[in-house]
């Protein structure tokens, strides 16, 4: 297991925080707060660290990076210039990753109780479709019969950070159990679907490579019966996302080079044995790519001792950053100006919205903070933004990615005016 310090793109310059060679504070008095700041460099290290790990051990394989974390134009770009692959979950998150320029056929839609039109709207779009219910494979042919065909099996082997972070088991609501999943092939053979490909995703934030060991071995069985029932022979075969990140600085990280090597060997033995031919290994990390390639900067308001706690008031919010309150994860949260001070006072970091949960840390020890003092959120790259709103009618935040070297405003900051987008008043000549 690997130790993770304060690590690229962090850096302690004389106590004060630097993320990708740029003083945070003095982005945060450029653009204000809050403030997400990405890191294009760190994107690509992470693509990349990923694709080498997998493909030294394995020729054919692709990174379907799982937009969800983060659906940011440049990110997109970025990785689309990397050579990955995209998961869509969502006919926004196809159009987010065609606007961006990947080709359609690099695109593999898993949705979950997903509409007839939305169906026609991917047949349109061209791109691959992972089917998630009998339900859905019957309306698709009622559509169109494409020429590949993935179906999401659940291996009744779930795990994940969280419970509504897990997606596979006997409760979750994804994905085909096994006798269901050899009639979705069966009925999609008959239906003439030329080319196949399989599916699982157990779920996010797992650092538990055991689980994931059993489900892979569990997927692969149910592949080798599909095969050997049907004789279908699978093009490429999906093992999913969920690589975890620590998020706490005394956390190991995911061992990656033990991980894939354990899972690549599982594999190609596996498939070997089976005689499953040479499908791709398909992977979808979106926490792995993007998590620690950014930051999130806000601003303290107000320091507020009462005789019970002491909370430091800043700018984000549950709206900027929903996972504290949403799944009670931990961040660590750094005082930009005083990285060399000692941290002896313990404080609630708050954010502004009339909620008690609107808690971003609980019993944090920070240095003495003081009004105005700039604090960075780290490791909020994944499902931060993409999972921000406007709750309290608070436009959402601004991005800034350091990009070929230079600070570039990637999202502008949403205004009041944003807050009227879309809506309709009625009673009008009132
Ligand atoms: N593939 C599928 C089909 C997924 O549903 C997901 C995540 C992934 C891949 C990528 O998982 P990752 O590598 O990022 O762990 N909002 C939660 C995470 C929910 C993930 C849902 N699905 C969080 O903030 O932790």
Do not use: W
């Not at 302690?12 to 700041?37: C, H, I, M």
């Amino acid at each position: 297991m690997v130790k993770r310090k304060l690590c690229e793109p962090l850096e302690n310059r004389k106590g004060s925080l630097y993320f990708d060679g740029f003083s945070v504070e003095e982005l945060a008095q450029k653009y204000d707060t809050p403030l997400y700041v990405l890191s294009e460099k760190r994107i690509r290290e992470n693509y990349n660290r990923l694709y080498d790990a997998l493909a030294g051990k394995y020729k054919d394989v692709r990174i379907y990076y799982a937009c969800k974390a983060n659906t940011n134009l440049t990110v997109l770009k970025i990785l689309q210039l990397e050579g990955a692959y995209l998961d869509a979950v969502s006919p926004g998150e196809v159009f987010m990753g065609l606007s961006s320029g990947f080709a359609p056929e690099r695109i593999l839609f898993t949705g979950t109780s997903v509409r007839s039109d939305e169906l026609k709207f991917l047949v349109d779009a061209g791109v691959t479709i992972n089917i998630d219910s009998q339900s859905e494979l019957d309306r698709l042919f009622k559509i169109a019969v494409p020429s590949t065909i993935s179906i999401r099996v659940n291996p009744e082997i779930g795990d994940g950070h969280h419970d509504h972070c897990i997606t596979a088991g006997p409760q979750v609501k994804f994905g085909l159990c096994e006798e269901d999943v050899l009639k979705a092939y069966a009925v999609a053979k008959k239906a003439r679907v030329e080319r196949f490909g399989i599916h699982m995703h157990i779920g996010s934030g797992i650092l538990n490579i055991n689980s994931y060991i059993q489900a892979v071995e569990k997927l692969l069985g149910i592949a080798k019966r599909v095969h050997d029932e049907l004789d279908i022979t699978f093009d490429f075969i999906d093992i999913g996302g969920g690589f975890g990140v620590s998020y706490h600085p005394d956390d190991d990280d995911l061992n990656l080079s033990e991980f894939v090597s354990k899972i690549v060997s599982l594999f190609k033995a596996k498939v070997k044995e089976y005689k499953l031919g040479k499908p791709f290994l398909c992977v979808e990390p979106g926490r792995y790519i993007i998590c620690d390639a950014s930051i999130l900067l806000t601003t303290v308001n107000t320091v507020k001792l009462t005789p019970y706690r002491k909370f430091i008031g800043v700018d984000a919010g549950f709206n900027t950053l929903a996972r504290p309150a949403m799944y009670g994860s931990y961040h660590h949260i750094l005082a930009a100006n005083k990285l060399n001070s000692k941290s002896n006072e313990t404080f609630d970091v708050v954010g502004p919205l009339c909620e008690s949960g609107d808690v971003l840390a609980k019993d944090r020890k920070l240095p003495l903070i003081v009004e105005g003092d700039v604090l960075a959120v780290l490791n909020a790259g994944a499902y931060g933004f993409s999972m921000s709103s406007q709750y309290n009618s608070r436009p959402r935040a601004a991005e800034v990615m350091i990009c070929q070297g230079k600070p570039v405003l990637v999202r502008e900051r949403e205004q009041f005016q944003d807050l009227l987008l879309s809506q309709r008043v009625a009673l009008q000549g009132e």
